[in-house]
């Protein structure tokens, strides 16, 4: 009578415990992941539309007479309606998370914030040793591209995704190469292959996320109910 139940209670084996890691950490990050693609998609639109707008409005022979304050002020509200759509979206995904998880998502998600306050800041103080207009925006254009870069590196290695480091990488060598173009190209740079990478990378992720089989809700052996 004693062995069956101690048989019966007996803990799981390795091998299950380590399957039940596993099925609790892909619950974690299917919690946090609404949409996978919502983040590359909105910013890949913000890039297109906000670095293809600066290229058509500032250089010696613009596409379109558009006041610098204007065309700089359309840049910025194209960033800054993907900015509040990655804060709603982060702000959901972690909604209901306590604990290591929700503190590192929320530390990730300010680093964006606390990053460009921090690239304004120095762009602002190295304008006021006296550089021309084409440093000023090359020094905004690059400086976002590699602080963009960095922060999809440190994102990619936070969460395990290569998908997210390959984007890292990919706005870090077009960055670096976009530079050595000039203003108005490097906007056109940034543009079309920036842009056209997060739009890549976004749509690659949702299709990903269709072709995954729904989980399955039984209970593995040892996992409690």
């Known amino acids: 009578m004693s062995e069956e139940h101690t048989s019966d209670t007996s803990t799981p084996s390795p091998a299950e ?11 974690a990050e299917r919690a946090l992941d609404i949409n996978p693609g919502l983040l590359f998609g909105v910013w890949g639109a913000a890039w297109m539309l906000g670095f293809g707008e600066l290229y058509l409005t500032i250089g ?14 359309i840049f910025f509200g194209c960033l800054g309606v993907a900015g509040f759509i990655t804060v709603w979206h982060l702000a959901n995904s972690l909604r209901g998370l306590r604990g290591p998880t929700q503190k590192s998502g929320a530390m990730h998600g300010w680093s964006w914030t606390l990053g460009f306050v921090a690239l304004g800041a120095l ?5 006021r040793m006296g550089i021309s207009e ?8 690059s400086g976002s591209g590699l602080l963009v870069g960095v922060l999809y590196l440190s994102g990619g290695a936070l969460t ?3 998908t997210q480091y390959g984007v890292g990488l990919w706005i870090l060598a077009i960055n670096a190469a976009g530079a050595f173009t000039g203003i108005p190209n490097h906007y056109l740079v940034m543009s079309l292959a920036g842009g056209g990478g997060f739009l890549v990378a976004g749509t690659v992720l949702t299709l ?16 409690p109910e």
Do not use: F, N
């Open 17 to 27: 415990m380590l399957a039940i890691t596993e099925r609790q950490q892909q619950r």
């Open 60 to 73: 010696d022979d613009p596409a379109l007479l558009v006041p610098l304050w204007q065309a700089l002020g």
């Open 123 to 127: 762009i602002a103080a190295t304008s």
């Open 134 to 141: 084409e440093v000023y925006a090359m020094l905004w254009a």
């Open 160 to 162: 395990g995704s290569w």
């Open 208 to 223: 990903r996320a269709r072709a995954k089989p729904s989980p399955s809700h039984e209970r593995l052996p040892g996992e």
